[in-house]
């Protein structure tokens, strides 16, 4: 049944292709984004692929000063419900700046809690991340894995997901869902919206990318001396579309359940694959030399993690379908195409 579904974040690297989704699935999409590490360009990207009904409403949901006009937004779109995606995400920004992540994350999450409770929508899909089962676990991760955050990002996530378990069980009437996400790369296959990092990438495949598109020199490999097969770190990519789909899945499981409903489900290939492993793959895929360099381990990095995805085929019928090469082909034509991001046109 089509829906009316807000989208916070929709902007976003992740929320863009989740909008996709929704609308080709045939729902009416309402994003909220401040743009703040977004671009207005990929809204009308997402229309060019997904033709469909899509508002927007530029405002920052950690702004309390927006906070009434975000909540009657919201009730005049009629939501059925929401995917919560806004959020700041730079693990290492979080660690120089924790008041700034707290106030941005929490304050977002709880102001969209109490528009869906104004609007009477209370059915959320919540971003969360593998990142807050820490280094306490065997692989491949379970939801009921001990959690524990090594970072303030990470604790705002974990904190947030205690947030809407806290929500849930004062008023039966929320279902909710967090999504635990692995590390989502790739790009739709049409090479119209991808990840797009405002300054020097963090994360390993939009360095990679950088790196074969020549904007960047060469990679910086944290590490060889892990635990693992060839030293360097291992983690569970997953393809983006894979993961927007799971968003979709996941909201169509939420409307067959019974209220008061709160569960946690990863969203991983359920595979590893090494630092070196994932370069070699982005060269055959992009045919550009990818130079890297061996550095020191980066703070706070652990040696190797992927996901028990178990949960989510059992629950969604959801599990990841594209290989590592996809990821690397959609990455690098989304790169390609695009080389300097949203900016470029
Ligand atoms: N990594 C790296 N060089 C980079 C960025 C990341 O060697 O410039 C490594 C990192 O140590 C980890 C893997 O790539 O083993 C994935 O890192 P990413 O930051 O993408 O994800 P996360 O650490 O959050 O899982």
């Not at 770190?233 to 799971?246: E, P, T």
């Not at 590893?272 to 030399?289: H, I, M, P, Q, T």
Request: hydrophobic residues 40%; contains cysteine.
């Amino acid at each position: 049944m089509a829906k009316n579904l807000v989208v916070t974040g929709g902007a976003g690297y992740i929320g863009s292709h989740v909008a996709v989704d929704l609308i080709n699935a045939g729902h009416d999409v309402l994003i909220i984004d401040n743009f703040v590490n977004s671009h207005p360009k990929a809204i009308e990207r997402i229309k060019e692929i997904a033709p469909g009904r899509i508002d927007l409403l530029e405002r920052d949901l950690a702004n309390a000063d927006h906070a009434d006009e975000i909540v009657d937004a919201i009730k005049t779109f009629g939501a059925d419900g929401a995917v919560h995606l806004a959020g700041l995400k730079a693990v290492g920004e979080s660690v120089e700046k924790p008041a700034k992540y707290y106030s941005t994350n929490i304050g977002s999450a709880l102001t969209l809690i109490r528009a869906l409770e104004a609007a009477n929508a209370k059915s959320l899909v919540f971003s969360s991340s593998a990142t807050v089962y820490g280094d306490y676990n065997d692989n491949p991760v379970t939801e009921d894995g001990e959690t524990g955050a090594t970072n303030p990002y990470g604790r705002t996530k974990l904190f947030i997901e205690e947030i809407l378990k806290d929500i849930a069980r004062a008023d039966n009437d929320w279902k909710i869902v967090n999504l635990r996400y692995f590390n989502p790369v790739g790009a739709h296959p049409s090479g119209k919206i991808g990840e797009d990092p405002n300054d020097i990438p963090n994360n390993l495949f939009p360095y990679i990318a950088q790196v074969a598109i020549g904007r960047r020199e060469k990679l910086t490999v944290f590490g060889n001396d892990y635990a693992t097969r060839d030293g360097t770190g291992v983690r569970d990519y997953i393809h983006v579309c894979d993961l927007a789909r799971g968003h979709v899945k996941a909201l169509d499981w939420l409307s067959g359940q019974k209220n008061g409903v709160v569960k946690d489900i990863n969203l991983g290939a359920g595979v590893g694959y090494s630092v070196l492993e994932a370069v070699s793959a982005f060269k055959r895929a992009s045919n550009r030399d990818i130079p890297y360099e061996i550095a020191a381990r980066r703070e706070g990095d652990i040696a190797e993690i992927y996901a028990d995805a178990g949960l989510a085929n059992e629950l969604l019928n959801w599990k990841a379908e594209k290989s590592l090469e996809e990821m690397c082909a959609d990455h690098w034509r989304w790169q390609s195409q695009n080389p300097n991001g949203y900016k470029t046109d």
